[in-house]
């Protein structure tokens, strides 16, 4: 079965600092990868898709950038964070036709102080 | 553009109430499919239920029904009897045919009180 993994599950980084959040999919191949964010009180925008590896699409421009290494692998860094950049971070996969939709991961909570 | 629109954005019922949760939506084409998702407190969203534009036939799972009216462009969802572990914020959600991506509304947070 397809499992997905994403960590780590909190995160307090300073101002400034660089940020690299994992996600990896086991059990599928080609999976189409997201990440998404979810700051409080507000709804899941979506950063960045992938449809293969190292085919990146980015939905708005912003201080963090996407990465995929690998067929099952997707990144999320940062070089500098800003306070804006706190929120709730999801990773998620799916099929290429969107069948049965996403599977999201845990999320990693992430806190810029 | 697309757009998924939930004006409701926390509702509170007593429990054992029945509550519809409101989805309108936008798009420009013709096929495309309609998502819920629920994000309990841990976080983690759970798919819910897709839909596809030609199909209009409304749907029941358990207490669980959505409701999907293309004249109105809505799909919503209500829950029959609610229960306490209904709690949670409800994401509807729209992907358009030739995309690969889904874009979803702000949300509506539930509350069963007991």
């Known amino acids: 079965s397809q499992t997905i993994h994403q960590w780590p599950a909190t995160l307090v980084q300073p101002v400034g600092s660089p940020l690299s959040l994992e996600c990896t999919v086991e059990g599928t191949s080609n999976p189409n990868l997201y990440w998404y964010r979810q700051a409080a009180g507000r709804g899941l925008q979506l950063l960045f898709y992938?449809?293969?590896?190292?085919?990146i699409s980015s939905e708005v421009p912003q201080n963090l950038s996407a990465s995929r290494p690998q067929d099952r692998q997707f990144i999320l860094s940062s070089k500098k964070l800003l306070l804006s950049d706190s929120g709730f971070y999801l990773c998620?996969?799916?099929?290429?036709?969107?069948?049965?939709?996403?599977?999201f991961g845990s999320g990693t909570r992430l806190t810029v102080v | 553009a697309q757009k998924v629109t939930q004006a409701q954005t926390e509702i509170s019922v007593v429990e054992k109430e029945d509550v519809t949760l409101d989805c309108v939506y936008e798009t420009r084409d013709t096929t495309y499919y309609l998502f819920w998702y629920k994000q309990p407190p841990s976080g983690e969203l759970v798919f819910l239920i897709r839909r596809n534009s030609f199909d209009e036939q409304n749907e029941i799972s358990g207490r669980y029904s959505w409701n999907f009216q293309k004249s109105t462009s809505s799909f919503n969802f209500t829950i029959t009897a609610s229960q306490v572990v209904d709690s949670a914020v409800y994401f509807c959600a729209l992907s358009e045919a030739q995309d690969d991506k889904i874009i979803f509304g702000k949300g509506t947070r539930l509350h069963i009180l007991p």
């Open positions: 998620a996969w799916s099929v290429a036709t969107l069948v049965g939709g996403y599977t």
């Open positions: 992938s449809i293969g590896i190292g085919q």
